[in-house]
């Protein structure tokens, strides 16, 4: 089987899980036997295992927090490709819905087959048909691991409208790319690199959260940290979680972000019940009518308002209030240590 474009990607990450699993520092022994059966060079996915773990953690680590609270929950994991996040946080009652496109799932299925409590659904995440195999009275996180970048602008914002409407109380965790990750990637070699430079279309900075946060429906925006426990690396992200959103991504650095959808009432529900028909438009009608209430949002937060003075290659003019934020020094506080999965900087609040 030949994979090709973006489900090609998956292969990187499933080698650099296997490499950092044979490290030592990611306990995910199914990666190691998936990658065995594949006839597929995975040398080069093994550079960056390291710090590939981290993120693989910090979504684990979201996951697990989900299911603290709900143990009968869903996730939903979009763009799954072949990861082997269920087996990591599996706590004996999550139901796991894997949504990929036909020649993913095709694999996927032939080395991780679906079981009691997991089911895959073929096709794009865009078209948000797998809402209707979930139970309404669910509690849901969905995540897209590896997959909005690969995304147009526009189909990443109406995905997350999309979201927050038809799936109210959920949870999204997601990550990012910002510019500076791009422009260091360009400067390496081989097929991943190829493959990043071609298809990642969407990239982050503050703008981009501006926006997301703006969203109808978003209630709240968020920057994960790594576990602490995972050495000097994990530290040095959960130190750039806390910089002013002005700074944070102008570092090249994979940022994860969760998104938490706003929770409807009774009267609302049942409103959006005698409308099913309507909100099932496909993303692409439906886009025209999101897009504008999206920039005209945008148009009325604080940061894009005070941004004005941010020329666009990020570099902080000195009449810019970004600028005059200081950043953090000294030592951690104690509560910051002993929850360190969720950073949020006192700026954040007000957008």
């Known amino acids: 089987m030949e994979l090709s474009g973006v489900p090609e990607t998956l292969l990187g990450n499933l080698g650099r899980r296997a490499a950092a699993a044979r490290a030592g520092v990611l306990d995910d022994p199914l990666a190691i036997r998936v990658v065995d059966r594949l006839d597929y060079d995975f040398t080069d996915t093994t550079r960056g295992a390291r710090l590939h773990a981290l993120r693989v953690a910090t979504f684990d680590m979201a996951v697990r927090r989900f299911l603290i609270s709900h143990p009968a929950g869903t996730v939903v994991a979009l763009g799954e490709g072949l990861e082997t996040q269920f087996w990591r946080v599996d706590n004996g009652q999550v139901r796991w819905l894997t949504v990929d496109v036909p020649e993913t799932i095709e694999l ?4 991780l087959p679906d079981g009691p409590r997991r089911s895959s659904h073929c096709g794009s995440a865009l078209d948000l048909e797998w809402v209707a195999s979930l139970n309404p009275a669910d509690k849901v996180l969905v995540t ?8 147009q602008r526009d189909q990443v914002y109406t995905l997350i409208a999309a979201l927050a409407e038809r799936l109210p109380g959920s949870l999204l965790v997601f990550d990012v790319v910002p510019v500076a990750m791009l422009n260091v990637v360009r400067r390496g070699s081989g097929r991943e690199r190829d493959l990043a430079v071609e298809l990642w279309s969407w990239l982050f900075d503050p703008d981009e959260r501006a926006t997301i946060r703006a969203i109808p429906g978003v209630d709240e925006l968020r920057d994960l940290a790594p576990p602490l426990s995972l050495g000097v690396a994990s530290l040095g992200i959960a130190a750039i979680t806390r910089l002013p959103i002005g700074l944070r991504y102008l570092l090249p650095v994979i940022s994860i972000l969760q ?4 929770t409807v009432s009774a009267n609302e529900s049942g409103m959006q019940a005698s409308s099913q028909g309507a909100r099932m438009t496909p993303l692409k009608e439906s886009r025209q009518s999101t897009l504008p209430v999206l920039r005209e949002s945008r148009c009325a937060t604080r940061l894009e308002r005070d941004r004005r003075n941010l020329p666009i290659g990020g570099c902080l003019r000195p009449g810019s209030w970004l600028a005059r934020i ?7 506080r104690p ?3 002993r929850d360190p999965e969720v950073h949020e900087h006192p700026r954040d609040r007000e957008q």
């Open 335 to 337: 509560d910051a240590v």
């Open 144 to 151: 897209a691991q590896g997959l909005l970048p690969y995304f």
């Open 326 to 332: 200081p950043l953090p020094v000294g030592r951690a």
């Open 259 to 262: 998104a938490r959808f706003r």
């Open 108 to 111: 996927r299925r032939l080395l």
